[in-house]
């Protein structure tokens, strides 16, 4: 008998381990790989030279060309940004020394006052009394009651 030949591919998944035959579905592709960079000192470039160079190789942006010329922010932002902190600081400094020192807190109890202890057992000895006159007002009517064959 000839045997059916076996394809390549087939014989390799075959072959594998467990657990590496066949690849992931859930997992990500591979990301690629870093592109090699012009020159080894690109590795040492702080983050403003960075900055700095990829601006440059932005010049022909007119909203990049604006910002180089006239700065990144106007002059009155920074002004502005001065003023409310340095008002804040003023006022945190104003209010500290007046602030009185806070009493300690009392310690906290239960939310809500306790119920009463007498609601259930009130109620079941007038349950039981108005089942006693009850049954005794039954009882006195057919004591009472005239009996026929008597009369």
Do not use: C, K
């Not at 007119?62 to 922010?73: D, F, N, Q, S």
């Amino acid at each position: 008998m000839n045997r059916p030949q076996v394809r390549e591919e087939i014989r390799s998944v075959l072959t594998a381990p467990r657990g590496h035959r066949f690849p992931r579905t859930n997992t990500r592709p591979p990301q690629p790989g870093v592109p090699a960079l012009e020159s080894a000192s690109a590795w040492t470039e702080t983050h403003q030279d960075r900055q700095e160079r990829l601006l440059r190789q932005m010049g022909d942006n007119p909203r990049v060309a604006y910002m180089l010329h006239h700065g990144p922010l106007p002059h009155w932002v920074t002004v502005a940004r001065h003023h409310r902190e340095q008002a804040a600081q003023e006022a945190a400094e104003a209010a500290s020394p007046a602030e009185p020192e806070p009493e300690p807190a009392l310690p906290r109890g239960r939310h809500r006052a306790p119920r009463p202890w007498w609601g259930w057992p009130a109620t079941a000895i007038s349950s039981t009394l108005l089942l006693g006159l009850n049954t005794l007002e039954i009882l006195g009517q057919n004591l009472t009651h005239p009996i026929s064959f008597l009369t």
